[in-house]
């Protein structure tokens, strides 16, 4: 069966600090999605990464694919409190078209 | 151009009773997906349609729910006699095509709570 791994699953942290959430998966995929999804929200759409060695940044946010490791990051620099919510990535393994999301990363940032 | 739009956005069921939700894909979208989350958990896929196919049914439980995806209307995910275990959010999402899209847009899902 295909895991799609996260780690932390909660994550508090100060306002200014670094962090990074992990996600491993468990199948031969070079498209990997991040998702932000707030309180009763549906998923907001961060980052798509197609190829190893993707790296793509938007604001506090950065997002990194090594697809040999079956590994991506999304990296927060400089936390600020509108960042806190729940963060999800998802995988589409090379065979099939369905998304296999992660257990999520629900983030609160602190004043 | 119009997002994905789910309706209802809440829905409450009585145990027994069936639920229906409707899902309208983007504009020029072709393919729907369902998906099932859970309190505290992420999405977990169900169903994969095109317009009137079923493409991949992998993830929905062998009993009591179906979907269609029609020629004409939006996409029905339906739910008979629904049990308490049902309460979830459905959350719908629409491409373009098939594996070559890849994006899918998600709708703001249905909260369906079954008392």
């Known amino acids: 069966e295909l895991k799609v791994e996260q780690n932390p699953l909660f994550l508090s942290m100060q306002e200014g600090k670094n962090y990074t959430i992990y996600c491993n998966y468990s199948?031969?995929?070079?498209?990997l999605y991040w998702y932000r999804q707030d309180p009763g929200k549906s998923l907001e759409s961060l980052f798509v990464l197609l190829s190893n060695g993707a790296v793509k940044q938007e604001g506090r946010l950065m997002a990194s694919l090594d697809t040999k490791a079956r590994l991506s990051t999304l990296h927060i620099t400089a936390a600020v409190h509108d960042l806190s919510a729940t963060y999800f990535c998802a995988v589409v393994p090379r065979t099939g078209n369905q998304f296999y999301f992660g257990t999520g990363t629900s983030l609160t940032v602190i004043p | 151009n119009a997002g994905v739009m789910q309706n209802p956005r809440h829905l409450v069921r009585r145990r027994g009773q069936e639920a229906r939700l409707r899902c309208s894909p983007m504009?020029?979208?072709?393919?729907v997906y369902w998906y099932r989350q859970l309190p505290e958990e992420g999405l977990k896929f169900m169903v994969y349609l095109q317009k009137e196919n079923i493409i991949d049914e992998s993830g929905m439980p062998k009993e009591r729910f179906s979907a269609e995806f029609p020629k004409e209307g939006p996409s029905i995910l339906r739910i008979q006699q629904v049990v308490r275990g049902d309460s979830a959010a459905y959350f719908c999402a629409s491409s373009t095509s098939g594996r070559e899209s890849y994006e899918q847009y998600f709708g703001p899902g249905t909260r369906l709570t079954v008392t």
């Open positions: 199948t031969t995929s070079d498209r």
């Open positions: 504009k020029g979208h072709s393919h």
